[in-house]
């Protein structure tokens, strides 16, 4: 399965801002408002910043220093919680362990072909009961044919005071937050607004925090990470002040997406994208940090339960326009990418000396 290019870039040369005030408004008429402006950006961009989302401004900033603490350890002392010692993709990669030769498109990244590897340090988490409010103390995680629900790799509380709990505070919003948004999707594809609400009960929702070291403007041989798409249903973006980010569009030009104020920025990704017959964009987009400066962001993927079917909505079939995908189950696609993504998955990756 992959995504052709056709299918991911859209006519834009700005990505639009959203006022998220009437996300949950009781009055379904300004809901489906909200739904109309979100439906045109994905239509045409696949990209957009919110305001007003619902997120507390102290939880993310808590999130960000946390972020900091964790990347200023020693080498030595990231490397005890290696992506490698786990099987549901959750850990620490340091530079170059990600494969960045635009695997996620099938096909060489032109622009990366010289590149071992993303120039980016990562530290991965993912869904677990603790940290989603409508799951009970009782509750179990389903079966999980694909391998992706599990344990989280947390620093300890000796070396790194609060991070899980500082953590576990934002994925609860992020998934309160998301659910919403999918509601607003549903709208905007002109389903029962509840359409997802069954495929939401345990998430495929993971996060990671990631920093970019700084490169100076004639550093062209490194690139953050590669030219992708997220796999799973939509990306919220918690960026600092660096900018990095560029969008693709349909002219080929990359588009920056400014660090705003009091903004996160939203993307679809291709699960949405292919349940919409790729009408919503699931946009290419790549990190070039040539600022001089750190850049430390915070990526929140979102999907729906990893056994869920995704099928393409006969709504968006037509005569002109077949169904791009045969139905497929959720965990099996994003299990696939995070494969082809991960160098060396199950061995522990080089730790370079910095």
Not at 212 to 224: F, K, L, M, V
Request: proline letters at 8%.
């Amino acid at each position: 399965m992959s995504l052709p290019e056709s299918s991911v870039r859209g006519d834009f040369s700005r990505v639009p801002v959203i006022d998220l005030t009437i996300l949950r408004s009781p009055q379904l008429d300004e809901r489906r408002a909200l739904a109309r402006e979100i439906h045109d950006a994905c239509m045409q961009v696949g990209f957009f910043y919110i305001t007003n989302h619902g997120i507390p401004q102290a939880t993310i900033s808590a999130l960000h220093e946390a972020a900091c603490q964790f990347f200023a350890l020693p080498d030595d002392r990231k490397s005890q919680y290696s992506i490698a010692n786990s099987k549901k993709f959750r850990g620490f990669m340091p530079l170059y362990a990600e494969q960045m030769t635009g695997l996620e498109l099938q096909q060489p990244d032109p622009d990366n072909v010289s590149t071992p590897g993303a120039y980016s340090e990562s530290f991965d988490v993912g869904y677990e009961l603790a940290a989603d409010p409508q799951r009970e103390p009782h509750d179990s995680l389903p079966s999980d044919d694909f391998g992706l629900y599990g344990d989280n790799q947390w620093p300890s509380e000796d070396e790194l005071p609060g991070f899980r709990r500082t953590y576990i505070e934002y994925f609860a919003e992020a998934l309160t937050l998301c659910r919403s948004l999918m509601r607003i999707f549903a709208l905007a594809l002109d389903l029962p607004e509840e359409f997802f609400d069954p495929m939401m009960e345990y998430p495929g929702a993971t996060s990671r925090m990631l920093h970019y070291p700084p490169q100076s403007a004639n550093d062209t041989s490194r690139i953050g990470l590669g030219a992708h798409t997220d796999y799973e249903c939509i990306t919220i973006l918690s960026q600092d002040k660096v900018p990095a980010l560029q969008v693709r569009n349909s002219s080929e030009e990359w588009i920056t997406v400014q660090p705003l104020p009091n903004t996160l920025v939203v993307n679809i990704a291709d699960c949405l994208s292919m349940w919409t017959n790729r009408k919503f964009k699931s946009t290419v987009h790549r990190v070039i940090n040539i600022t001089g400066e750190e850049r430390y962001t915070i990526p929140f993927f979102f999907g729906v339960d990893y056994n869920t079917t995704v099928s393409v909505l006969p709504s968006c079939i037509s005569e002109d326009s077949p169904a791009c995908q045969k139905p497929f189950k959720a965990g099996e696609w994003v299990r696939r990418q995070l494969a082809a993504t991960y160098v060396g998955y199950g061995q522990r990756p080089p730790v370079e000396q910095r």
